[in-house]
């Protein structure tokens, strides 16, 4: 197949285009280069730099090339940031996916859409593990804007029957691959596996926000998804959306949580070193909770998490980290 991979020069993308291009799949990476890397990307895919923002770009893009499906990995993933700047979010991840979407539909007659959606539409759970089928209820602008893809997708379906796609509501995406050659950095950083381990190899302190919520410990609890998982659960998407047709949204992560307290001891006990922790008050639209029941792609397609256990993260992250020191 002939896949486009937006944000094919980040964290889970570039991951995604080198586990496509060893199944024998042809890649072009989209990418505007803002946050992503251009080292990241595999260089048997096809670099096309452009913003997903730009009509004209992507107008161009789908009048080249002719795509069996999109894999859609380009947005902003802050969610203190997406609080502090909305408007920057909104234009990229809402804005942007559309733009995508509507000109990859009707220049490049494109009908299979995988999206990159988040635990985020959900806020504050009331029922955990939670289901795909929980009130959405986001409390950022992050989480609003993927529910808003949603919907976008949605409504394409609606108007066009023909349109395939699936929203895979990540967890938390983490870990390297296993020989520590790849991994993952942001820039901005706001992910605690990273910014942790950075803090223990540099000696620094490590911010730890909110230590009030109501979990076993006071800090946050999340479902930690190692990224060769979650990039296997795209390539079970994909078989499934080239068989037959639909909307489908499915959460991928474990169905275990790990509170931040217990992700700090973890690295504490990898390192073998002591973290200087200092305690700070909660960020604006974290939610206490998150962690999934993923039944539904577990018994739907077969999906079975190899590499999620927390040592297996935490070791393969170190040895990204210790690499790039």
């Not at 078989?239 to 949580?257: C, F």
């Amino acid at each position: 197949m002939k896949i486009l991979v937006t944000g094919g020069a980040g964290y889970i993308g570039s991951f995604m285009v080198k586990t496509l291009l060893d199944r024998g799949d042809e890649v072009v990476v989209f990418d505007s280069l803002e946050r992503g890397r251009k080292e990241a990307v595999d260089t048997r895919a096809r670099l096309v730099e452009g913003d997903i923002k730009d009509r004209l770009a992507l107008e161009k893009l789908f009048k080249e090339h002719k795509f069996d499906a999109i894999m859609h990995f380009a947005g902003f993933i802050s969610v203190e940031e997406s609080t502090k700047n909305p408007d920057l979010y909104y234009q990229n991840n809402v804005v942007g996916s559309k733009n995508l979407f509507e000109i990859g539909i009707s220049v490049g007659n494109v009908n299979k859409i995988i999206f990159s959606s988040s635990a985020a539409v959900y806020g504050n759970p009331t029922k955990v593990p939670i289901p795909e089928d929980h009130p959405k209820n986001p409390t950022s602008e992050y989480g609003k804007n993927k529910l808003a893809v949603e919907e976008i997708l949605k409504d394409l379906r609606n108007i066009n029957p023909q349109i395939s796609f699936t929203c895979l509501r990540y967890f938390n995406a983490c870990g390297a691959a296993l020989d520590g050659n790849s991994g993952e950095m942001h820039v901005p950083e706001t992910h605690i596996i990273p910014l942790a381990i950075k803090a223990i190899m540099e000696g620094k302190e490590f911010s730890l926000f909110g230590t009030d919520y109501e979990t076993i410990d006071g800090t946050c609890v999340r479902d930690y998804i190692h990224v060769l998982d979650l990039v296997e659960a795209h390539i079970l998407v994909l078989k499934r959306i080239s068989e037959s047709n639909g909307g489908l949204y499915y959460n991928v992560g474990t169905g275990n949580g790990f509170s931040n307290k217990q992700i700090l001891e973890e690295i504490e006990k990898v390192s073998n070193k002591k973290l200087n922790i200092l305690e700070k008050p909660r960020r604006a639209g974290d939610s206490d909770e998150l962690v999934a029941d993923s039944t539904n792609i577990r018994w739907e397609l077969g999906f079975d998490p190899k590499y999620s256990s927390l040592e297996t993260i935490i070791k393969s992250a170190w040895e990204w980290h210790k690499k790039q020191n």
